[in-house]
């Protein structure tokens, strides 16, 4: 089975396209593209389906071909000795969750915060101001609190 870099330059071949152009026709980035075409990294879930339709085929068909060319391998990428790199499947990085956890409560916080100004009448009012007038307010309101 031919390979997703293999489908990549036979297409670009046959279509005498650039790199670039190829990459901007499938909707992915041009490193993406790059990486490829070089064999260095496959499609993830969100291009995927891009390059199924660049390359004329079903999403399956290329979803089948990326597991293929990992070998049943996962995680990390091999370096020129052939060693993957990157953390070993199915370990997470130490204090993930505890980071994870922490950024989840500010998120709410802040949506808390949002939603108590979203529900002020005189903020409604403020926001609804031209630039010019909002800044005259906050010097209004600057002023009375000094």
Known sequence: MASISDLLAAKLKSEELSTAAAAKAAG???????????GTSLPNARSVGKYAAFLGKSQDEVVEIIAASKGGKSGGRKTAKGAIRGRPPGRKSKGASSDTAAALETI???LKAAASVSADPLAEKISALSKKQ?????????DLLS
Do not use: G, T
Request: positive net charge; charged residues 20%.
């Open 28 to 38: 992915v980035s041009l490193p993406s593209m790059r990486s490829a075409l070089k």
């Open 108 to 110: 709410k916080a802040a």
């Open 134 to 142: 909002r800044s005259i307010v906050e010097n209004l309101i600057n």
